[in-house]
């Protein structure tokens, strides 16, 4: 069986490009295994946890596929690894490099998130440059991570069964490296809920400035992607609040979202920002750091005295990489305009 999929493989990658995707291996990473639709050729990739619709074209996926399960996310994660590695089944001619990235300015943004990995091999499977698209630093570090991914995971950890998460990118505004691979315009990410036949889309610019805006109907997502993603029909939007399975309920969070850096204290800024929560234009801030507690908790307790607002304080210490330098001492207030 194992020969038949290797040569039915050599024979995809020697064959013309196809806008019509068969995902043979991993068919059930998808809703009642339906494959989408896409007006784009690509090359379908299948891994342990998630698969891949690549564009050879743009060198980064088109989308992902997962299927997410709570029991599975609770459970103990296996170490990031931070290895990348360029994909070896697809043509080099087609493959994004690592050299591509390189001094590019962007991150390497997973699409299927290294987080969502539930074993070691998945974990390392998520590090191949075709799972990866150039992504603005702050975006992927910021509100990509913490207000995109994040709540996925924590809708998933909530629900029974299983949670469809469909991530990609559109548009091109450029492109790095010698082998031009494209940088897009906007990210999305599709989260179906077939046990409540629901669905909405996080539809984010591809910038270091962007903000959060409420979720877009599957609907919408369908008509700015072209990418036909074969869910029910009558799949509901998700509107207001979200009710978990214990009978809790969960505000879904919207407004726009924005980060303040701060390597020292900066009177002019703090006091920007307290101006802005005095205006009533500041729904809530939560204070990241790392190492430098004493100026996150001089920033909370500024604010707070000020405004009578409480920050939510967050130490954290994310990953570095080749190309990704995290500022241990930086505290950074991540503001939620209403």
Not at 25 to 43: H, K, T, V, W, Y
Not at 210 to 234: C, N, V, W
């Amino acid at each position: 069986m194992k020969s038949i999929s290797k040569l039915l493989l050599v024979i995809s990658l020697l064959s013309p490009l196809s806008a019509f995707a068969l995902f043979e291996e991993c068919q059930d990473l998808f809703p009642n295994r339906q494959i989408p639709s896409s007006p784009q050729a690509g090359r379908d990739l299948c891994f342990d946890s998630y698969a891949v619709y690549y564009s050879p074209l743009d060198k980064k996926p088109i989308y992902t596929v997962e299927k997410l399960n709570g029991e599975n996310l609770a459970a103990p994660h296996p170490r990031r690894t931070n290895q990348f590695y360029e994909e070896a089944r697809l043509p080099f001619k087609e493959r994004a490099l690592l050299s591509d990235y390189r001094g590019s300015g962007y991150d390497r943004g997973h699409n299927a998130p290294a987080g969502d990995m539930s074993n070691e091999r998945a974990m390392a499977q998520s590090f191949s440059l075709a799972n990866m698209m150039p992504q603005a630093r702050q975006n992927n570090q910021g509100i990509w991570a913490k207000n995109v991914e994040g709540p996925t995971r924590q809708y998933a950890k909530r629900i029974t069964g299983d949670l469809y998460v469909f991530t990609g990118s559109t548009g091109k505004m450029g492109s790095i490296g010698s082998g031009k691979v494209t940088i897009p315009e906007h990210l999305f990410k599709l989260v179906y809920d077939p046990s409540k036949n629901t669905a909405w889309a996080y539809w984010v610019e591809n910038t270091n400035e962007a903000s959060m805006s409420s979720p877009i109907a599957y609907q919408d997502l369908r008509e700015k992607t072209g990418i036909d993603f074969h869910l029910p029909e009558d799949v509901a939007p998700l509107r207001g609040k979200k009710r978990d399975v214990a009978g809790q309920t969960h505000q879904l969070l919207v407004g726009g979202w924005y980060p303040i850096f701060f390597d020292d204290y900066a009177s002019n800024k703090t006091q920007e920002l307290i101006a802005s929560i005095k205006t009533g234009k500041i729904a809530s801030i939560e204070i990241q750091y790392d190492r430098n507690a004493q100026l996150a908790k001089k920033l909370s307790e500024e604010i707070e005295q000020q405004t009578g607002l409480q920050p939510t304080l967050a130490q954290s210490s994310p990953p570095e990489s080749a190309t990704v330098r995290y500022e241990r001492n930086r505290v950074t207030a991540i503001v939620r305009t209403k």
